[in-house]
């Protein structure tokens, strides 16, 4: 009975509006779209997305899932709201034009993962230095910066913060798989790196996960400006 009320109600939708069937409130998505663009341009001043590298995602529904996400291709220092794209829980866009980055999947694991309200990938000089140098560790330690604090949950400079780094890989779906085995056997991380590609970070919003872009970026620059990064 229920599956018939949901299956009537999705034939009448893509009738109405066979443009943007399933999508969802779209107030929720313009405004998401809006702080995205602004963050994803603060990002390129800082030359962490320089090029068109780089991807951002918000939470805009749960049940169903959907994402605004940036479209793939463009240039991050001149994002516009009109440029994001809704998509579904299977990486399809159910609202704007465009199609999402290859790496929407990795946004979708993490998402699921650990129950992010949004996702921020940079591909700055500092993550692709150390995920290459360190990739033989596994992982990098953060630890006994007063920046730390910035981390959601983390209360003292003493605290020991676990950045993995994951082999790069061209096919999203075996890295996405990859992925979620590193969020579940690293529970209470607050970020990974791809080796030789860049930072994933998240939070339970987009102000959360913008924070803590800025507090490792800044902590991994100073590992490798330091040169404390060479003998850990
Ligand atoms: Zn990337």
């Known amino acids: ?34 702080s995205l663009a602004e963050i994803g341009k603060g990002f390129h001043a800082r030359g962490w997305v320089l090029g068109t590298s780089g ?15 940036t479209s793939t291709g463009l240039d991050k ?3 516009t709201p009109s440029q994001f794209l809704e998509m579904d829980e299977a990486a399809n866009v159910v609202r704007g034009d465009g199609r999402p980055s290859a790496e929407a999947l990795l946004h979708l694991a993490i998402v699921r993962g ?4 949004a996702v921020l ?9 150390l995920s290459g140098s360190h990739a033989s560790q596994g ?7 007063e920046m730390l604090k910035g981390l959601e949950g983390v209360r003292t400079h003493k605290h020991r913060e676990w950045l993995p780094i994951l082999e790069n890989s061209q096919d999203m779906i075996e890295l996405g798989e990859r992925a979620s ?12 790196l791809l080796r030789e590609h860049g930072l994933y970070t998240w939070g339970a919003g987009l102000q959360e ?7 490792l970026e800044f902590l991994m620059e100073v590992l490798v400006r330091s040169g404390a990064a060479i003998s850990s």
Do not use: C
Not at 3 to 16: G, M, P, T, V, Y
Not at 55 to 69: D, G, H, K
Not at 114 to 117: E, F, N, P, R, Y
Not at 181 to 192: A, N, V
């Open 1 to 34: 009975m229920a599956k018939q009320k949901i299956k009537n109600r999705s034939s009448h939708l893509n009738r109405s509006k066979p443009d943007q069937r399933e999508s969802s409130n779209g107030a929720g998505f313009a405004e998401a779209a809006v």
């Open 55 to 69: 991807n951002f995602s918000a939470v805009i529904s749960r049940e169903p899932l959907r994402l605004a996400i």
């Open 77 to 79: 220092g001149s994002l």
């Open 114 to 117: 650990v129950a992010a309200g």
């Open 121 to 129: 990938h940079t591909h700055s000089v500092w993550s692709t230095v």
């Open 139 to 145: 992982g990098i330690a953060l630890e006994g910066y």
């Open 181 to 192: 085995i590193t969020l579940r056997e690293s529970p209470g991380i607050h970020g990974f």
């Open 209 to 215: 996960a913008k924070r803590h872009v800025e507090i």
